[in-house]
T-cell receptor, first 114, second 117 residues
Framework: EAQVTQNPRYLITVTGKKLTVTCSQNMNHEYMSWYRQDPGLGLRQIYYSMNVEVTDKGDVPEGYKVSRKEKRNFPLILESPSPNQTSLYFC?????????????FGPGTRLTVT | DQQVKQNSPSLSVQEGRISILNCDYTNSMFDYFLWYKKYPAEGPTFLISISSIKDKNEDGRFTVFLNKSAKHLSLHIVPSQPGDSAVYFCAASVVKGTTSGTYKYIFGTGTRLKVLA
């Protein structure tokens, strides 16, 4: 089954404790990205990757890091989480040959930073 | 600065009638527009897209209209069904830079559609 998986689905942590949210896709997609969803702000792109070892900032990259060492994986790293990073996070993937093509989204990770 | 705006946070429609969801944008460099549907506790799922060089795209009950001069697009759902009740996001893609070939997506804030049986 074609899918994007994220782990963990729920995470409660404390300020400053480094964490990683994993994302993996099994569709051989080149393009992967991370979004956060906040009330009244919709979905905002954090980082995206066009392919292995190619990453770039989205609209809200501050406080986040990513890496793309393998095509299927795109982890999101919060080196020193803060309460303003409490949010619902989505990973997505798609082919790059047409921007009209759909992105497949994971089920989301709800992060709470206290 | 919100480049993609969905000014109606919510919309209620009777089953069988037409639902019209609207989206306005400010960046004339957007080249594709997409609509996604999101149910609670799930990730968004793709509905339909349109190229900026087109003015209409249709897929079953879903039609997207693009008015470039007004920088406005709309999603029509006909007929509306209770299972269409969800949050709908419009999104736009834009190329970053002239040679890198990279692109990013900008999403709107979403409109919650409720279809009443």
């Amino acid at each position: 089954e074609a899918q994007v998986t994220q782990n963990p689905r729920y995470l409660i942590t404390v300020t400053g404790k480094k964490l990683t949210v994993t994302c993996s896709q099994n569709m051989n997609h080149e393009y992967m990205s991370w979004y956060r969803q906040d009330p009244g702000l919709g979905l905002r792109q954090i980082y995206y990757s066009m392919n292995v070892e190619v990453t770039d900032k989205g609209d809200v990259p501050e406080g986040y890091k990513v890496s793309r060492k393998e095509k299927r994986n795109f982890p999101l790293i919060l080196e020193s989480p803060s309460p303003n990073q409490t949010s619902l996070y989505f990973c997505a993937s798609s082919y790059t040959h047409s921007r009209a093509y759909e992105q497949y989204f994971g089920p989301g990770t709800r992060l709470t930073v206290t | 600065d919100q480049q993609v705006k969905q000014n109606s946070p919510s919309l209620s429609v009777q089953e069988g009638r037409i639902s019209i969801l609207n989206c306005d944008y400010t960046n004339s460099m957007f080249d594709y527009f997409l609509w996604y549907k999101k149910y609670p506790a799930e990730g968004p799922t793709f509905l339909i897209s349109i190229s900026s060089i087109k003015d209409k795209n249709e897929d079953g009950r879903f039609t997207v209209f693009l008015n470039k001069s007004a920088k406005h697009l709309s999603l029509h759902i006909v007929p509306s069904q209770p299972g269409d009740s969800a949050v709908y996001f419009c999104a736009a893609s834009v190329v970053k830079g002239t040679t890198s070939g990279t692109y990013k997506y900008i999403f709107g804030t979403g409109t919650r559609l409720k279809v009443l049986a």
